[in-house]
């Protein structure tokens, strides 16, 4: 899910971008939107109640935020309704959706420097990946589904000579989209995209330290022709206004992306109201196993790196456990170790910048305990291992590589979250499958082999939802993504993301 996966579509959209200065200068003029989208209008919450978000690079404030909160809900879930029940979008011609669909991309394209800043002022991803990659992704997203609402077909069943039998696919009504903050646009396109193709109306809960990019959108979906109530977007805190959507009676599937705690409240919000259908997105502990016929251990190194340090590692399908075979074990690791060396965290305004920031001060305290935890159980970091640019007032960890870890260990386990890469030696194929299995994740898992008989049966053999031979990170719009086990159920992006957002119905017509 991170911006590599997204090569393939979005090359061709991979321009030379504004210097430092440029980006610098538009910061400190913008004036972020921190108002809530209900019903076809910025709105503050009901309670008057705001909260800050802050520029995890700098610690400073960049806009206050509408708290919305349960009579927030109860107003744009009502909205929401009366809009789906009114035809306006639900029923509205296919090809006229998807002329909004498109249109909405092409705004999003066309606000691509405004987002990619609020993205990166937002949570301190490089300002490069948010423009080329972040934006780029969100509108090709939200592009494909537009495209494909012509293209749903429904079925018909063999009958008597006297029935007609229709199977066709209908939406389900009111969608709550509940999202992270690690790609705040991406993974709110993941839920937006399929959700309105299929004709629902959509509330959508941003994360409280990434709601800005949301927002905006909303008023771009409205200028491309999508009716009133057909979007809203609510910001505020998970415990009130994301509980209050997993609770309501009146919304009919929630699609979350997030972690496997919250995840799991969302199946029990389900059960303690309308029994709602539930698609979770949930987190991972990845394994990326190098056996020692791997072909190319350059390449193998900087797969590795990517997979870990990307995004400063904040990314649920990060390949948090290098699972290596002895024999290549010291050569792999000085390789993934020296190019850890030499990514420097830095300002995220800068398009230079290669690894930006952490999400925000908690996060930042969660994965130093864990580095603390990795050393204090036996590990032995070979490379970062501290704070970084603590001058900048902002949140950054260096990346870092632990060695000599066992799968029992806490920094084995546990969703770290953070640039933090954890090697397994292993004797065998085999060891390493059972070791790769070794976890209640199952979101992606990858191999380098240069024999084409064990890449097969490895990638058999893997518990994941993504599995990767001799690639890591890899992806398009056309395949879907989701996990196995505690990683969730449902997928996203392709056509199977329909699955999570449509219902069937058997109609049978006599005569
Ligand atoms: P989180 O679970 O804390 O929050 C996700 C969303 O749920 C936010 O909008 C939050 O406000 C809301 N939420 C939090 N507590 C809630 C509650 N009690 N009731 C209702 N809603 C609540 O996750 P996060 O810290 O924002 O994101 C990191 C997690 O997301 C990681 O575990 C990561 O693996 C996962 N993730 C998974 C995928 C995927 O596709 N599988 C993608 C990105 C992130």
């Not at 990434?210 to 998970?238: C, D, F, Q, T």
């Not at 599937?253 to 709602?276: D, E, H, P, R």
């Amino acid at each position: 899910m991170r911006n590599t996966q997204f090569t393939q579509i979005s090359r061709s959209f991979v321009v030379n971008i504004p210097d430092a200065s440029v980006w610098r200068a538009r910061a400190q003029e913008i004036r972020p939107e921190g108002r809530a989208f209900i019903d076809g209008n910025y709105v503050g919450a009901l309670s008057g109640r705001t909260f800050a978000t802050v520029n995890p690079a700098t610690g400073q404030v960049i806009a206050q935020v509408a708290e919305c909160g349960e009579e927030d809900v109860n107003l744009a879930v009502a909205s929401a309704r009366k809009a789906f029940e009114s035809g306006v979008w639900s029923r509205r011609a296919p090809a006229e959706r998807k002329a909004v669909m498109l249109r909405f991309a092409q705004l999003m394209m066309e606000h691509r420097e405004e987002l990619a800043l609020l993205e990166s002022l937002d949570v301190g991803k490089p300002v490069a990946n948010a423009y080329n990659g972040d934006i780029v992704s969100s509108a090709t997203c939200i592009q494909w589904y537009g495209e494909a609402i012509d293209k749903l077909y429904g079925e018909t069943a063999p009958a008597a000579p006297d029935m007609t039998t229709m199977i066709v696919r209908e939406p389900l009504g009111v969608v709550a989209a509940v999202v992270p903050w690690n790609y705040p646009l991406s993974m709110a396109s993941w839920k937006l995209g399929p959700a309105l193709a299929a004709g629902n109306s959509v509330v959508l809960k941003p994360a409280e330290q990434s709601p800005l990019s949301a927002i905006r959108i909303a008023a771009l979906a409205m200028e491309a022709g999508l009716p009133a109530g057909v979007l809203n977007v609510l910001p505020g805190y998970g415990e009130t206004a994301g509980r209050a959507l997993g609770l309501h009676m009146d919304v009919d599937a929630v699609g979350f992306t997030g972690s496997t705690a919250v995840g799991k409240l969302f199946m029990q919000y389900s059960g303690q109201s309308n029994i709602k259908r539930v698609g979770l997105e949930c987190g991972g502990k990845s394994p990326h196993i190098v056996l020692d016929d791997c072909a190319d251990l350059d390449a193998a190194a900087r797969a590795v790196a990517a997979g870990i340090f990307g995004n400063s590692g904040q990314v649920c399908n990060a390949g948090s456990r290098l699972i290596v075979q002895a024999a290549v074990r010291d050569e792999l690791l000085e390789k993934v170790a020296a190019i850890a060396r030499e990514l420097v965290p830095g300002d995220p305004l800068d398009p230079a910048t290669k690894m930006g920031a952490i999400v925000s001060d908690v996060q930042h305290a969660s994965i130093m305990s864990y580095i603390d935890a990795g050393r204090a159980d036996g590990a032995r970091v070979v490379a970062g291992g501290r704070a970084a640019r603590p001058e900048s007032g902002g949140y950054f960890i260096e990346p870092t590589v632990f060695d000599g870890v066992n799968n029992d260990m806490r920094i084995a386990r546990e969703e770290i979250f953070g640039p933090v890469l954890s090697a397994i030696t292993v004797d065998s194929p085999e060891e390493a499958v059972r070791v790769a299995n070794d976890t209640i994740y199952g979101l992606a898992a990858a191999v380098w082999t240069s024999n084409v008989t064990r890449a097969q049966q490895v990638s058999r053999q893997l518990k994941a939802g993504v599995v990767w031979v001799n690639c890591f990170d890899r992806g398009t719009m056309s395949s879907p993504f989701g996990g196995f086990k505690q990683s969730g159920f449902g997928r996203d992006k392709s056509m199977h993301a329909f699955d999570k957002y449509m219902d069937w119905k058997a109609i049978w017509i006599a005569g």
